[in-house]
């Protein structure tokens, strides 16, 4: 069975620093991996996947992630954190046409 | 705007009763995925169509069902409500089954249950 673990509930962070929101997954086989992002009363929007090819992937809004396969990980990075990134981030695994996600990162953002 | 239009955004019911959330997917999109978003549980999959096919299926009560209609819109059907069943629900499209494909959402319906 796959699973996925987000071990922080909450990131803070002071604008205009660095970014890490983590992310481990446990799946057989080749992971399909993805990042959400939901902000409040609205739905997940897709912030960016790792299928294949280069560890490193660029999705929306300035965020990127690191796939390392030896560490099972893929954790999401942004080199400039923003106020407005201040929202709940999830990671996921997707293996038989089903998303099954960690429980959740909140970020929050300071001025 | 994901593409991806869910009714009611709001609902609330008693216990026992039945309620159907509605999910109409992007344009062109076969495949339609349900997903709960409960504090206790976090968020799950229930259920996936494709094409009017039922094609995987998750953590779903019996009292729940769903179907997709030739038009492709679906409807998830819950009955016998019961105060665990208060969550949101999110409907999910995406073009293709496959796992690498980006599924996306749409705002979810809220359902509460008195």
């Known amino acids: 069975a796959q699973s996925v673990a987000q071990p922080e509930d909450q990131v803070n962070v002071a604008e205009g620093n660095p970014l890490t929101v983590k992310c481990t997954y446990s799946?057989?086989?080749?992971?399909?991996l993805f990042w959400y992002v939901q902000y409040p009363n609205r739905g997940l929007q897709f912030l960016l996947k790792?299928?294949?090819?280069?560890?490193l992937v660029k999705g929306s809004y300035g965020f990127e992630a690191e796939f390392n396969k030896s560490q099972t990980s893929f954790h999401l990075k942004k080199p400039s954190a923003l106020v407005s990134d201040s929202a709940l981030y999830f990671c996921?695994?997707?293996?038989?046409?089903?998303?099954?996600f960690g429980g959740g990162t909140r970020l929050m953002v300071k001025p | 705007d994901s593409g991806v239009t869910q009714t009611p955004k709001h609902l609330i019911t008693a216990t026992g009763q039945r309620v159907t959330l509605r999910c109409s997917p992007r344009?062109?999109?076969?495949?339609v995925y349900w997903y709960q978003q409960s504090l206790d549980q976090g968020l799950q999959f229930l259920i996936q169509?494709?094409?009017?096919?039922?094609?995987a299926k998750g953590n779903i009560l019996e009292r729940f069902s769903a179907q997709q209609f030739p038009d492709l819109h679906s409807e998830l059907n819950l009955s016998s409500l019961e105060l665990g069943d208060s969550a949101l629900y999110f409907c999910?499209?995406?073009?293709?089954?496959?796992?690498?494909?980006?599924?996306?959402f749409g705002a979810g319906t809220r359902l509460s249950v008195l």
């Open positions: 999910a499209s995406s073009g293709l089954a496959g796992g690498g494909n980006i599924q996306y």
């Open positions: 799946v057989s086989g080749n992971p399909y």
């Open positions: 790792y299928i294949t090819g280069d560890n």
């Open positions: 996921a695994v997707n293996y038989g046409n089903m998303l099954t």
């Open positions: 344009s062109g999109d076969l495949s």
């Open positions: 169509y494709y094409n009017g096919e039922e094609r």
